[in-house]
Nanobody, 120 residues
Framework: QVQLVEAGGGVVQAGDSLRLSCACS?????ITWFRQAPGKEREFVAG????????DYADSVKGRFTISRDNAKNTVYLQMNSLKPEDTAVYYC????????????????WGQGTQVTVSS
């Protein structure tokens, strides 16, 4: 069983920054961030592999968000800069043995989510 714990959400103004973290209970997993706004489907945000640190980003966050990992701490970070009101959502991290994979239904392990609210 893999456990994921997110942290770092909050309420900020447009243009501000936040850093989310995702602590994973086991080593060797690719970690991906998704988000879900009210009334919308869960969508891919960014992902990072385990071994090669390959990264992938949604077009909507490229140039503003950066995903990184500290394998010694089994923790993945999502640095979010230049936040926009449309970034408001619950952010979830998910783990898979390969990837990152951009399709939410293919993941078995999810964190509890952390709310990010960006006011204009």
């Amino acid at each position: 069983q893999v456990q994921l714990v997110e942290a770092g959400g909050g309420v900020v103004q447009a243009g501000d920054s936040l850093r989310l973290s995702c602590a994973c209970s086991r080593r060797g997993y690719a970690i991906t961030w998704f988000r879900q706004a009210p009334g919308k489907e869960r969508e891919f945000v960014a992902g990072i592999s385990w071994r090669t640190t390959y990264t992938d980003y949604a077009d909507s966050v490229k140039g503003r968000f950066t995903i990184s990992r500290d394998n010694a701490k089994n923790t993945v970070y999502l640095q979010m800069n230049s936040l926009k009101p449309e970034d408001t959502a619950v952010y979830y991290c998910a783990a898979a043995t390969s990837g990152p994979i951009t399709v939410p239904r293919l993941y078995d392990y999810w964190g509890q989510g952390t709310q990010v609210t960006v006011s204009s």
